[in-house]
């Protein structure tokens, strides 16, 4: 995979970020934070958690430091939440705009909290963060359907029909 690869990948999950935020826009703010199912409870959670992994992932590859891992109940809305995803996009806009595919091998040591390290390359923790985000927005499109709404359709399919009409 080259850096131009990641930067189409990490575009197709900003898209897909957009429209699934079209299709939450019908939910209620009750339903918003309701735990319905799922590893996270809730579609804002679900959401924050997803984000605030990204953002985490560009901070251990270089890109902007995020600090602490966000908190979900610091974006009680909707509109707060894709305000957040605005942000955490640009981080990475910036950061992929820079890499070249010689980064990509570079290696990354991190851990998670506890005393255990792990090391992967600039390419696989990037992959991982953007197949990770793929997983959320699944999740989050469930806990939608759950509580009687319809998502909308974000398949990377669409993505590329998309791109490729205005080429």
Known sequence: MTAKDL????????WANRKLFEGLSQITPEEFTRSVAGSYGSIRNSLVHAISAEWGWLDRCGGPQRG?????DDYPTLQSVIELSMKVEGHGR??????????LSRI?????????SHSMTVGQILRHGAI??????GQVALLCRMLGH??????????????????
Request: glycine residues 8%; negative net charge.
């Open 7 to 14: 930067q189409e990948l990490y575009d197709y999950g900003h």
């Open 68 to 72: 602490a891992r966000l908190k979900a």
């Open 94 to 103: 910036e950061f992929l705009s820079n890499l070249t595919d010689g980064d």
């Open 108 to 116: 990354v040591e991190f851990n998670f909290g506890g005393p255990e």
């Open 132 to 137: 990770h985000s793929v997983h959320h927005r």
């Open 150 to 167: 319809a998502p909308g359709n974000f398949d990377a399919l669409f993505y590329y029909a998309a791109s490729a009409a205005v080429r």
